[in-house]
T-cell receptor, first 111, second 114 residues
Framework: SQQGEEDPQALSIQEGENATMNCSYK?????LQWYRQNSGRGLVHLIL?????REKHSGRLRVTLDTSKKSSSLLITASRAADTASYFC???????????FGAGTILRVKS | ETGVTQTPRHLVMGMTNKKSLKCEQH?????MYWYKQSAKKPLELMFV???????ENNSVPSRFSPECPNSSHLFLHLHTLQPEDSALYLC?????????????FGPGTRLTVL
């Protein structure tokens, strides 16, 4: 299976704290993407990091990529209650025309 | 909003019914996707269309029949479904379908099969 894994499965933190989610994958990738999903809704693209990049920032988001370990992490700094959602990593495969999604991390930010 | 709309948002159907899900994208993209999201399972890719041509069928049972009349519209025709087909069905689009382009998702159709 090409499917990657995310860790932790669930994370509960206080508002203002940082949240870190990890993603491991198995295939050769063109890029690694992170998406967010509010309960029962569609996914929203957050950030894309290419295979030749090691770190990328977007607002309160920081993504790292280690292709030697086939892993990525998403850091949300100064979390807010509105960050409560599920977060998914998705492998943009080097070959083929699809994304392979992980199982996701459920983040709960308590106010 | 992401520029991808899905109708209906909720659907309840019996196992003998025939229904269709509709997806429309207003982004000028040329690739469209159907995904199935079941409780406690990863997002499952069902079908990929690129320039109206199906480029991927992820071993989906024939009771699910996709149709892509043009690059802006995608349908999923449903017939003789099973209760285990109850799930959130998500449509997405992207500019091109290679190398893992950013995908834009619709809000989904929550399907319940009785």
């Amino acid at each position: 299976s090409q499917q990657g894994e995310e860790d932790p499965q669930a994370l509960s933190i206080q508002e203002g704290e940082n949240a870190t989610m990890n993603c491991s994958y198995k295939t050769s990738i063109n890029n690694l993407q992170w998406y967010r999903q509010n309960s029962g809704r569609g996914l929203v693209h957050l950030i894309l990091i290419r295979s030749n990049e090691r770190e990328k920032h977007s607002g309160r988001l920081r993504v790292t990529l280690d292709t030697s370990k086939k892993s990525s992490s998403l850091l949300i700094t100064a979390s807010r209650a509105a960050d409560t959602a599920s977060y998914f990593c998705a492998q943009g495969l080097e070959y083929g025309n699809k994304l392979v999604f992980g199982a996701g991390t459920i983040l709960r930010v308590k106010s | 909003e992401t520029g991808v709309t899905q109708t209906p948002r909720h659907l309840v159907m019996g196992m003998t019914n025939k229904k269709s899900l509709k997806c429309e994208q207003h982004l000028g993209h040329n690739a469209m996707y159907w995904y199935k999201q079941s409780a406690k399972k990863p997002l499952e890719l069902m079908f990929v269309y690129n320039f109206k041509e199906q480029t991927e069928n992820n071993s989906v049972p024939s009771r699910f029949s996709p149709e892509c009349p043009n690059s802006s519209h995608l349908f999923l025709h449903l017939h003789t479904l099973q209760p285990e087909d109850s799930a959130l069905y998500l449509c997405a689009s992207s500019q091109g379908a290679s190398g893992g382009n950013e995908q834009f998702f619709g809000p989904g159709t929550r399907l319940t099969v009785l």
